[in-house]
Every structure is written in structure tokens, then in C-alpha cells.
């Protein structure tokens, strides 16, 4: 069977960043080639970053991409690896798609097989994702042919992404052309254990293409989203060859041995999703690599469930803060546990030199807030300053009468005032700390702890802050270093302390039962029915749904946060502010209310 | 030819309020039978309200509106309406619909041919927008059926909406089917001279469907969606028969004489847009009404540009306001022409006695700024109060030391925080007072001048905005009373005041240049070049296309506000904070900096 070294760039584009991203394909194929492989493949719409949202229906954008494209082909050919086949993905015109309402062709999300100075190949994403995050449908004209691309021996397809998660289309077609190799390009946003549903895909999906399927992710942050990598290799039996560790960047090489191209089949087939695909041949005439001894490749250790999610949201701080040209950050420290894990995120993604803190002591801070507060700066080496806050909630209570529910939102709001200043005097970006379960029940203040340029736990429900908080203190501990987070603010009971004695648990049910709740709330869409047969408290239930269908107005001034879980407050969950549907009882019979009336903790 | 008496319900149903919709559907149809109706339309999703957005993947919503349709045509003949024909927007189950991720058949945008106590056809709308606003392939099944009801002796064809938009389908159907009478029933948003567009084509979708075409649509406001009416009929020959004014809810009745009902084909059909749709007969077995004299139908007058978008301005803050239970609103008053107008608008949607206004002066707040504000609230008679904020910034400048922006800003901010509070202590609803030209542009603080629950303006160009001031004083003027706005508001230089002697003009171009600017880069999708092309100075051109690329991340943490143009920056307009793609100029070639930099005025 003829071989070759198939090369898998799990690399960070930059979304806009056309000329960038090209530079880094030409520097990773160096890379590749001088590690000898033969083939590269680099990951969905790696030219232009993923994804681009309304970039793709800006004719201007469609062509830069397309003529980089080309110019990227000819690019690596003149530094010398023309004999290297690179696989790129990139936006593509698409001159007879569907289409949009102003009269223009929607683009393909392409792939690209680049070889000797040109584009041999180009291939078109059919199946395009319209749900969750992803609304494909509006940007891209789906495509209906499958190149392959007969080189070295051995017959190549390309396929993206979605390609792989739906039955049928260019599976299928490779199934038929009888492909020797499927490579499939991703832009695959990180959720909580995917990859393992990834792999098992993968390996589904080479079985019935009955093909060798390699299998390339992007890392890094884009706004809300967060690529884990995870690349991998699987044979035509579901065997991993190969597996790229999480989170990081880099290349993964593996020697592949595959069944020498013979067949020629071409033309229209019935690939069995209700849709026609045209395979096509394109022959390279370059002959089989003489028989090799195949280097030992490797299949990295999957993360611990705590460690992964940890990673999702260092990997998108630092790259929201990176890509957007901060160098920066500057957030609150109540001495509660949500900012004491912001803050280490923070130093983790960027170092101490770069992460500014303030505490913010009112009227109702204990002692231990400031200290906590103090002792976690001083454990992380971070700049640490104090600034009360009474004297300038004396200023407006002067001016306003204020009560309850409003005095205690204008400490929050004079909090967020400081730190925006901040952020405008020293040009820090300000991190939000505010974890799932507010956002939630809205439980923040609308522009006072719920300000900022980025939120890296807005995905992650509280018990989930606290088991992050431990797991990150025992890493380090093992490590033989101090534990970044003070203990007490793990141990200490969770409180807002907008007036004497407030705990969290005098609004809102304990943690793990809420979480549990709007797991099923928010991410499974149970009914109040449904969640009370799975063993919740009628009133509890009822209580988080009002929270969270009154809530809706809060999220959407939020501030973006790396996506986590299967469905996050985000494009995943898209609801109406206008909206007297109520899940815990019909409109009649809910009690009276606004369902988005105060802006307050509730 | 046959007759009957058409009626369509042109209301303001409730998103998520089933109950309440269908009251509505019972008392509208009684009053449609008491003036003699032989059938009545209602709009898209009249039960449920529209749009949905994610609703719609909830299956105890999907339950909800199927069984509440079933009850609902029970209890119209219950009410002794089993006469009439009532045909009803609604979310329909769809057992055989294309499946979400979850496995679960996404559900039909669906009208209900109610008569005689049971629904007797049920149509699924066929094309599915999913572009501008809409994400229609996210949340429905498509269907493929077109029933054909023989009632009266006509045959009676129902569509839904963007089925008249597009070529082929459901159109063609009715043709083969050859329908007397289609009725296309409609949740179509307002958009500037919108109107005539949509006479146009439904002109167009008569002629091609060889019958009398009923378009009806509803009116009221949903988040940032504004319906604006505009129901009619056209017959065969594209001549209006009737038309209803715009945004004002009401009943439209029409006599219209139909071809006899005759053709008998069913089964599937090629409707021309690559589908196969299938004709099915619906015989009510009910002779054709005795001729009788045809009662006098008008054509209501279109309003002018001015008075149309101020309409949509009204309602959307009305409804936005009623349908949140909200009871008041509160603004700052700056004595500037954004917060006038705003304040105009709110009071003709709520009345004087709803609008609370508040002057915060600083110290750099002209004289001239207190007294516009004064004399606006005097002229309009509604609650104005002072709250001088020098004090309070000071107290924030005895613990910060602020310059420049950072130092402009906090007063934004001290501003954004009193009118926050007054909703928390009082209920109002804060009014958001910025213009589309200053999200645009991101001349705007962030949680200061920007904090709200409502925009009313956000999508109304400064030029406009002084358009629709000098309108509204003019048609004061008309009817003899005095004008609202005091002229000095309209007439002095824009300026932020908060530095001495600070104007608009020192940092953004000219408005009637930026906003024409404005309307090629964001409605257009005009590249640098065209715009150059067009006549606009190319530095002028390349500093605004950076201000607009630079504040995606303002914009992101903006309240809501009415669309009325064809793009508004909502879901209209969807693109990454973290961009570097620079239409101004390759990321490159342009100047460094953070694409999301500072929260500042720019």
C-alpha cells in the first residue's frame, strides 16, 4: 500500500486577518516539509478565521479572501514548497450559489488543495450547520461536488466540518469514489466532552467511507468561542493513528499507509441526504513514495473534565485580550470565589504583569473581603489596590432617596464606574466576573458587576467555579507550589454584601440544587413538569424558571464570555426580552409582573 | 362570480401570550360576523406572537400552540362563529418535519383554516427567510402541501408571508390549483418605504397566481421588530380593492367578487422553485352567497417618510413599554435635539403623565442646556427634575485620577447611574436617548449615555432626527397647538458637553455627510473605493469606516430599539468584536491599535 506523511496544523487564525493567516500557513508548511511530510492540512476557513459572521456577505471581503487564496497557492510555490500538497480552508466565490436577498452568490466555506504553485482542487462545505451557534445558512451557498485528488498513490477527498456530523453527502460520495484518504477541515467550537463524541464520530464516519479519515481542529478564542484542537487521525477501522493534545498549537505528523488509487468513477451519485454530488478526478501524476519505515506517532492523554474546562477559558482570555490589542486587564476582587478564579484565569493566560486588581470595599464589606482580596494578589504577585467606595455612594444618596434594591445596586453600579475609568485612564481591558447561575437568575447588576469588555466564567455555573477553584489549587499544590486561591474564599459562604449579612442563599436556592435546575432548564429544555418528576421541589423549580424567562434582558447587555457548555447564554439560546410565555405556568396563571421589569438582584 | 365579504385582522398580538391571542382571535371574529363577514384573516403566528426565536424549540411551547389552535377553533363555533371561515396564524407540530441536532422535528410556521368548530386545512409555510432578521431554516420545518378550501363556491388558498417574497412555490401551486382567492397572512417588519414594496409585489403574485390576492399583516412593536399593518387586497389584475392605514390596529373589510370555484386536479406538482409541492381539496360542501350589493372599500393614504418612522418610533416604545408591564419611563434631558425627540416620542406612545424627565448638569453644562430642558418638559407638561452630578464627580476624582476621556466618561457614567437608580427606586423604564449615527460611530460611553431598557432612536440617523423634530413641531403648528420641541433644541450645534466648549463636529464629519457615509458602509455594504467613487473625501471615508469596524463591541451591549431601516445594527447586522478585517484598508496597512480599544468617546 503507498504511504505518505500526512501533517495536521492545529493552529490560532485570526478572524479578518487575511494577510497573517496566510503568512502562517507558509510558515507551519515549512514546518511540515522540513519534518517531511507530504501532505498538510490546515483548518476550516484557516485564510480568513472562523467565524466571520456578515464578513461573508460583504462582497469586498469574498473576493480578498479568494484572491489570497490564489496568491497563497503561488506564494508557497515560490518559497519552495510546491511539492508539498496543502489543504487550506478559505472563503470562495461562488458564482451561480444560492442567491441572497440583495441579489449576490453566497460564498462557499472551501477548502482548497494547493500543489506546485496552484489550486488543483477546491472543494465547498455541503452540509452547513443552521443551529446552536451557527447559522450557516445565512452566509454560504452549500456545494455539490467532490473533488478527488489523485496524488502520491493514493486518491484524496477534502470535506468540512458539518460534513462529518450529518449522514450522507460527501461521505458518501467518498464512500463511492472509493477514497483512499478523507481529510476533513474543522472550525469546531470546544463543549464540554466533545472530543470524545468527536472521536466516535470520526471513527463512525471512516467506516462508512471506508477510508483512512484525518481529521484537523483550530485552537484559540473567538469572542464567545473557543477551539479545543483535538486533531486526530483514524484508519477505515476506527483506529486512532494520531491525536493531537488540547488546547495547544501545533502539528501533528503521522505516516499513513493506504490502499493504492484505482478507481475512476466520476459523475452525478445519489449520496443519499436527498441531494445529487458530482464527483470529479483530478490527477497529479505524481507516483507512489517509495516504501518507508513509518516514524512511531502518538495519541495524547485526554484532559480531566476540570482540567479541559480550565484550559477553554485561559486559551479565550488570552486570545480575546491578545487578538483585540489590549495588554491588559483590570477586574474587582470581592475576596468571594467568582473574581478570586477570574483573577487566576487571568494570570494563567497572561501573566501577573498583565492583571490589575482592585478591591472596592463599601459599608458591608467584612474584614475578610479586603483580606482575602489582599492575600490572593499577594499570592499571584499582581497589582493590588484599594478603593473605597462610601464616600461616592454618600455623593449620590445626597442627591437620591434611595431604598432597598436600588441602594444596594448603586454600590454595584459605583463599583463598575471605577473600573471602567480605570480601564479608559490605563487602557486596561475590564474582566467581568459573573458566573452562569446569575446570569441565569439574573442575579448582577446591570452595569455594575455585570460591566466589562469579556467574561471568562459566564458559562460556568457555580458549583462548577468552586470545583475549578479546588482542582486549580491541588494542581498547584502538586506542583509544589502555593495554592493560587485563598482557601477561605472556597470555604466561605457566597454573598454579594450589598447590605449587612446578605448571603446568596437568602434569593436564590443552594448552588448544587440550582445548578441542577437550569441544567435541565436551560440546556435540556425540560418543562417545569419534566424537572419536578426528576425529583425537584415544585416551588423551587418554578421560582429559577420566573428568574430565568424574567432575566433575558440582563444577558443580552452582557458582555462576551467563552462558551463552555452544550448551550450558553449566547447565539446557542436565542429568546425573546418581550415575552409572557412562562414555562412554570401559563401567562393567567403566573403571578403579576414584569417579565423583564427592575433592574435589580431579584 | 361568486361573492363574499373578506375581513382581515390587522392586531397587535403578544409573544409568548397564547391565551390572550386567542381572546383576541374571539372577539375580532365576532366583530368581523357582526359586519358581515363570510372569512376573516388574522396574521402569521397570531397565537403565539411573532417572531418566537428560540421558543419554537421548546416542546411544551410547540404543544402549547397546537392544542391551544385545536380549542380555539372549538370554541369560535362554541361562541356561535361556526359560521364564519377564520383563518389563523399559528405554531403547528410537524411529526415528519427535518429534525434538530436533538433529534426533535422542528415545527411548521403554520395557518389554520378554521370552520364550524374544527381546523379543516392546516398550511405550512414554505419559504423560509433566513437572512436579515430572520432565522427561519434555525427553527421551522418546511412545508410542502397546499391545501385548497372550496368554500362559498370559491377556492380559497392560504400562504404565509415570505412565500409571496420568493419566486416558485406555493404561488405557482395556487396557480396550478386555480384558486379564486389566496390569502397571504403576514408578520412583516417595518422598514423605511417598505410599503411599496410589498404593494408591488403582491401585485405581481396576484397576476402570477391568476387571483385575487389578501395580504394582511399585524401592527405593534416586539423587541426591536415594529409591524407596521399595511394590509390589503389586490385582485387578479394587481388593482387594490382596499388597504388599511398604516400602524393602527383595526379590521379591513372588503366585498370582492371571485371565479367560481371549478378545477378539481390534486397531487404533486413542480412549483418551479426545484420542490414539488402537493395540491390537496378541502370541500366545505357550502353554496355560493346569494348576490347581494357590494358595500364602498377604501384606500387608506400611505403616510409621509417623516410620519411613518415617527409612527414606528411610537409604537415600538408604546408596546415595548405595555407588553413588559412597565407603567413609566425616566430620561435625561440634555437640552440637546436625541433626548427631545425621545422624550416627544414617548409621550405621544404613553401620554405626559407616564414620562419622567431628569436635567443632569455638570460643570460643563451650558445655561442653554438646563432651560431647553426645562421649557421642553414645561411645553409637554411632564415630571422634570435636576440632579447636578458635580458633586458626585468629585467624590469619584477624590479616589481616581482621571483625564481626558477617561475623566468625560465618568460624568456619562455618574449620568447612567442616577437614571439607573430612579428605574430601581420608582419602576420607570429608562429610555435610552442615543442616535444611530453615534452607534455607528461608537460616540458613546459605555454604561453612561448608552445604559437603558430602551432605545427608541438607536436606528434614526442624526439627520433624521432632525427631520422628524422639525415634522413633529410642524404638525403641531398645524393643528394650532404649541410645537413640543423648543426650536433652540433643533437648531444649535450637537455637542456631549462634557468638556468646555465640546462640539460633535471636533471629532466626527458633518452629520449629513457622516450619515450618507453611514448609509453606503452599513446599509450598502459599500467598499472604501465606492464610496470614493461616490464623491466622499477618502480620509473622511477611511475615519469613519474605522470608528464603525472599531465599536461592533459598544454596539454588542446596547439596549434594543425599533428597526426602521433595512439594516439596523441588531440582528440585521451580525459581526465579530474580535475582527481585524479593516474595510478601510488592509489590517496592515492600517494604523495599529485595538479594534475594540477603549471605552471612550472616539
Redesign the interface.
Known amino acids: 500500500m503507498p504511504q505518505l506523511r500526512l501533517a495536521l496544523a492545529q493552529v490560532d487564525p ?7 493567516n496566510a503568512d502562517m500557513v507558509v510558515t507551519w508548511s515549512r514546518y511540515a516539509a522540513q519534518q517531511g511530510a507530504h501532505v498538510v492540512a490546515f483548518p476550516e476557513m484557516m485564510l480568513t478565521g472562523y ?5 461573508a ?5 469574498v473576493d480578498a479572501s479568494a484572491d489570497a487564496m490564489a496568491d497563497l497557492a503561488a506564494r508557497l510555490n515560490d518559497e519552495g514548497l510546491g511539492e508539498l500538497a496543502v489543504i487550506v480552508g478559505f472563503v470562495d466565490r461562488a458564482p451561480t450559489g444560492r442567491p ?3 441579489g449576490r452568490h453566497l460564498p462557499h466555506d472551501a477548502a482548497a488543495f494547493c500543489f506546485r504553485g496552484t489550486i488543483v482542487a477546491r472543494y465547498a462545505k455541503h452540509h452547513l450547520p ?3 451557534v451557527f ?1 450557516e ?2 452566509y454560504f451557498s452549500a456545494g455539490a461536488r467532490l473533488p478527488v485528488v489523485r496524488h502520491l498513490g493514493v486518491d484524496i477527498a477534502m470535506t468540512v466540518c458539518e460534513d462529518l456530523w450529518q449522514d450522507g453527502g460527501p461521505i458518501t460520495a467518498a464512500r463511492m469514489a472509493t477514497s483512499g484518504l478523507v481529510v476533513n477541515i474543522n472550525g469546531s467550537p470546544y463543549e464540554q466532552a466533545k472530543a470524545d463524541k468527536r472521536l466516535a464520530l470520526a471513527q463512525r464516519r471512516a467506516a462508512e467511507a471506508g477510508a483512512t479519515l484525518a481529521y484537523v481542529n483550530m485552537v484559540g ?3 464567545e468561542l473557543v477551539f479545543d484542537g483535538d486533531s486526530f487521525v483514524v484508519n477505515a477501522h476506527g483506529q486512532p493513528l494520531v491525536r493531537a493534545p488540547q488546547f495547544e498549537q501545533g502539528l501533528v505528523l503521522v505516516d499513513v499507509a493506504l490502499p493504492a488509487a484505482s478507481d475512476d468513477r466520476v459523475g452525478s451519485v445519489d449520496v443519499g441526504d436527498g441531494t445529487l454530488m458530482t464527483i470529479e478526478r483530478i490527477d497529479l501524476q505524481t507516483p507512489p513514495v517509495p516504501a518507508y519505515d513509518a516514524a512511531p506517532a502518538g495519541v495524547a492523554p485526554r484532559l480531566s473534565a476540570e482540567a479541559e474546562v480550565y484550559a477553554a477559558l485561559v486559551t479565550a482570555t488570552r ?2 485580550v491578545a ?4 495588554r491588559s486587564v483590570v477586574l474587582g476582587l470581592s475576596g468571594g470565589i467568582d473574581s478570586a478564579l477570574v483573577a487566576t484565569v487571568a494570570v494563567d493566560a497572561l501573566g501577573a504583569g498583565a492583571v490589575n486588581t482592585v478591591a472596592l470595599p463599601s459599608r458591608w464589606s467584612g474584614d475578610h473581603s479586603l483580606a482575602d482580596a489582599a492575600e490572593l494578589a499577594h499570592r499571584q504577585g499582581i497589582a493590588h489596590t484599594v ?2 467606595i462610601a ?2 455612594v ?3 444618596e ?6 432597598g ?2 441602594a444596594e ?2 454600590q454595584a ?2 463599583r ?3 473600573l ?6 490605563y ?1 486596561h481591558l ?1 474582566l467581568t466576573t459573573g458566573n452562569k447561575s446569575e446570569l441565569a437568575t439574573g442575579y448582577s447588576t ?2 455594575g458587576d455585570s ?1 466589562g ?1 469579556f467574561a471568562p466564567i459566564k458559562d460556568v455555573p457555580k458549583s462548577l467555579v468552586w470545583r475549578l477553584a479546588t482542582w486549580r489549587n491541588a494542581q498547584a499544590a502538586a506542583r509544589g507550589q502555593t495554592p493560587p486561591i485563598p482557601q477561605n474564599s472556597i470555604d466561605k459562604p457566597p454573598s454579594a454584601e450589598l447590605r449587612p449579612g446578605q448571603l446568596d442563599s437568602d434569593s436564590l436556592p443552594e448552588y448544587e440544587v440550582l445548578d441542577a435546575i437550569l441544567d435541565g432548564y436551560v440546556e435540556d ?1 425540560l ?1 417545569l413538569d419534566a424537572l419536578v418528576r426528576a425529583g425537584y421541589d415544585r416551588d423551587t423549580v418554578e421560582r429559577v424558571i420566573r428568574l430565568v424567562d424574567g432575566a433575558e ?1 440582563k444577558r ?5 464570555g467563552p462558551k463552555i457548555s452544550s448551550r450558553n447564554f449566547g447565539r446557542d ?11 412554570a405556568g ?3 396563571a403566573a403571578p ?9 438582584r431579584s
Chains 1, 2 share one sequence.
Open positions: 485570526v478572524v479578518g486577518d487575511i494577510a497573517t467565524p466571520i459572521e456578515d464578513l456577505l460583504r462582497p469586498s471581503f441572497s436577498p440583495e443552521n443551529y446552536g447559522d445558512h445565512r478564542g473567538q469572542d486570545d480575546y487578538k483585540n490589542k489590549f478603593v473605597p464616600d461616592i454618600d455623593a449620590f445626597k442627591q437620591l432617596d434611595l431604598h434594591l436600588a445596586n448603586l453600579r459605583v463598575g464606574t471605577i471602567m475609568a480605570l480601564s479608559n485612564e487602557g475590564v446591570l452595569y460591566a469588555g429544555d418543562s434582558y443580552r447587555q452582557y458582555p462576551p439560546r436565542r429568546l425573546p426580552i418581550t415575552n409572557r410565555w412562562r414555562a401559563s401567562a393567567a403579576a409582573g414584569p417579565p423583564s421589569g427592575e433592574y435589580a
